[in-house]
């Protein structure tokens, strides 16, 4: 009965009796539903908190070539940071924040459910280390959530530039839908997900397997159980005993996000800057200079070369580091709680 039933096996040959489960999810999932409260309360927190320096990053990116062919001289995100406190003052950081507010709370409850969803068909929670399966979730998670996420990104890094006197995140709509029509919204949706499909099998890939082994590194022996375990929790041999994965330790998420948003944020940068080119062409130059992501990757190269590629890499880096270490943090602690 073992050879058909491979995700149980007897503890001895003369006790065939007690059965215990070798292949069972690592972490506690919790619903759908749940999945979409957690996934909206850490989207909304990520995309607030780190707001001031995505503005940064936008700013920094949408320095393009200057008609007569030259390249403005390197602005660094110190000198920008300067430049918008003098000209707008505090506000300038926050302006086009509403607009991310309304879309990245349903845009990351689409986001982290589908990928629970995902990861557990796959087999991305089973121990061990599952990168390509983690990465393939991420993958068809970011194509469902961009569809929504897209058009309130464009709006917001044109309510950040300042280049056309927005009244509000309304009137900034109405405006682009007259002067550009419904395509803008969606300008760089194909740039957003050819950067992002790969940002995303990255990212979820560090995360799962930095998150193992933090988790190993911080829980290298079970502790006792709480009185608030679950039954998922207790280890089915010695029931004085949680199993280490289960418990919810804010710092392994934390880091573990942290380091993955790094890595996928650098490795994609020049992505990030062909879709920030495209998404605000209309007001940078009031012309459009980039027929697509292809055209305007080859562009970028031809007249900036690398140093148009990195541009804004380090603030992006930092924004994605931290926003990721403050989105997994939060999740996971939702969830841990809605699903206690």
Known sequence: SFARDPFTRPLCLYCSSVRRPVMEPEYEGGSFVVHLIAGATAGTAEHCGMFPIDTIKTHLQAIKATPSGGVHPYIGALQTTKNILAQWGPGGFFRG???????????????????????????????????????AAGVIATIA?????????????????????????????????????????????????????????????????LLRVLKH???????????????????????????????????????SGGGAGMVASAVTNP????????QTQGEMQGEIRYRGMYHALRRIWQEEGMGGYTRGIRPRMMFHSMSAAICWT???YVKNMLAA
């Not at 845009?107 to 061990?128: M, R, S, V, W």
């Not at 290298?220 to 709480?226: F, S, V």
């Open 97 to 135: 924040l509403s607009a991310v507010a309304a879309g990245s709370a349903p845009a990351h409850a689409i986001y982290f459910a589908t990928y629970e969803a995902c990861k557990n068909q796959f087999g991305a929670d089973l121990p061990g280390h599952h990168p390509f399966q983690a990465g």
């Open 145 to 209: 959530s961009d569809a929504v996420l897209s058009p309130t990104d464009a709006v917001k890094q044109r309510m950040q530039l300042h280049l056309t006197p927005y009244k509000n995140v309304t009137d900034c709509i109405r405006q682009v839908w007259r002067r550009e029509g419904f395509r803008a919204f969606y300008s760089g949706y194909t740039t957003t997900l050819v950067m992002n499909v790969p940002y995303n099998a990255i990212y979820f890939a560090s995360y799962e397997s």
């Open 217 to 255: 590194t911080f829980e290298n022996t079970p502790t006792h159980a709480p009185d608030t375990a679950t039954s998922h929790d207790i280890d089915p041999v010695n029931p004085e005993l949680i199993t280490p994965s289960t418990e919810y330790r804010p710092i392994v998420h934390f880091l």
């Open 271 to 278: 992505f990030d800057v062909a879709r920030t080119r495209l």
């Open 330 to 332: 939060v999740y996971e």
